[in-house]
């Protein structure tokens, strides 16, 4: 009975960090498609060129989108780790996997986009741009973009190892598995063809895919778990 009632608190409380992740990725999908792109293969019109010293009176229009990106990450570590801990026994390796990853991924990003918040537009005000070329976000083959695509491929990873995890249990769980696989083989192909058409130059190109992707793929699968520990939640007691 304990345990039920236990299962229960946790089911509760992963409903709503998945749904919570879940709308905190689309606010942060949205504000980031309605930020133009200002420099690279993606920019038209006027666009900023290295050394990426003249974007002061960028801040804080550009950067709005990274607020909610950073929560989106860490409300992604909580989800990850209530998954692991309501994962049956026999498959917490998996889970455990995924949980894994997600820390580095949440590391990752939030880390890159406090950076950028905290960092570039002061150094700028206080003319300080030593090294604002390599870590700005303008820069399409920066510290900025490689930082980014590494930690939504491991969160992309992350979700992957979710897949095992769910294998035969109760509904909703095969339309996560889908969304599962498919996120991750949208990844491999995404990446291996910006690779194989630009090589080196790739800029942010697969930048701008995987975070289309992985976003996408967490938001339908917040929803997803949160439909998921709704049935958990009001499973009957025997």
Same mark, same amino acid.
């Given at each position: 009975?304990?345990?039920?009632?236990?299962?229960?608190?946790?089911?509760?409380?992963?409903?709503?960090?998945? +749904?919570?992740?879940?709308?905190?990725?689309?606010?942060?999908?949205?504000? %980031?498609?309605?930020?133009?792109?200002?420099?690279?293969?993606?920019?038209?019109?006027?666009?900023?060129?290295?050394?990426?010293?003249?974007?002061?009176?960028?801040?804080?229009?550009?950067?709005?989108?990274? +607020?909610?990106?950073?929560?989106?990450?860490?409300?992604?570590? %909580?989800?990850?780790?209530? +998954?692991?801990?309501?994962?049956?026994?026999?498959?917490?390796?998996?889970?455990?996997?995924?949980?894994?990853?997600?820390?580095?991924?949440?590391?990752?990003?939030?880390?890159?986009?406090?950076?950028?918040?905290?960092?570039?537009?002061?150094?700028?005000?206080?003319?300080?741009?030593?090294?604002?070329? %390599?870590?700005?976000?303008?820069?399409?083959?920066?510290?900025?973009?490689?930082?980014?695509?590494?930690?939504?491929?491991?969160?992309?990873?992350?979700?992957?190892?979710?897949?095992?995890?769910?294998?035969?249990?109760?509904?909703?769980?095969?339309?996560?598995?889908?969304?599962?696989?498919?996120?991750?083989?949208?990844?491999?192909?995404?990446?291996?063809?910006?690779?194989?058409?630009?090589?080196?130059?790739?800029?942010?190109?697969?930048? +701008?895919?995987?975070?289309?992707?992985?976003?996408?793929?967490?938001?339908? %699968?917040?929803?997803?778990?949160?439909?998921?520990?709704?049935?958990?939640?009001?499973?009957?007691?025997?």
């Amino acid at each position: 009975m304990k345990a039920i009632k236990n299962l229960r608190g946790i089911a509760g409380f992963g409903r709503c960090i998945s +749904v919570l992740t879940a709308v905190l990725t689309v606010i942060s999908l949205g504000v %980031a498609v309605s930020t133009p792109p200002l420099s690279g293969p993606f920019c038209t019109g006027e666009c900023f060129r290295y050394p990426y010293t003249d974007i002061a009176g960028r801040f804080p229009r550009d950067y709005y989108w990274m +607020v909610p990106a950073i929560l989106s990450a860490f409300s992604f570590l %909580a989800m990850m780790a209530t +998954v692991h801990v309501a994962t049956p026994q026999d498959r917490k390796h998996f889970s455990l996997t995924g949980l894994g990853f997600a820390m580095i991924s949440a590391l990752i990003l939030s880390a890159d986009y406090f950076i950028q918040l905290s960092f570039i537009q002061p150094a700028l005000l206080a003319g300080e741009t030593e090294g604002i070329a %390599a870590l700005s976000q303008y820069n399409p083959h920066g510290i900025f973009i490689i930082l980014e695509e590494l930690g939504f491929m491991t969160m992309n990873i992350a979700l992957f190892f979710l897949f095992p995890v769910f294998r035969g249990l109760h509904k909703p769980s095969g339309a996560l598995r889908v969304t599962l696989m498919a996120g991750f083989m949208l990844m491999i192909i995404s990446f291996a063809s910006v690779l194989l058409a630009f090589g080196m130059n790739r800029e942010y190109r697969f930048e +701008v895919i995987i975070i289309s992707i992985t976003w996408i793929e967490l938001i339908i %699968a917040g929803f997803l778990l949160g439909r998921y520990f709704k049935r958990l939640k009001n499973q009957p007691e025997n």
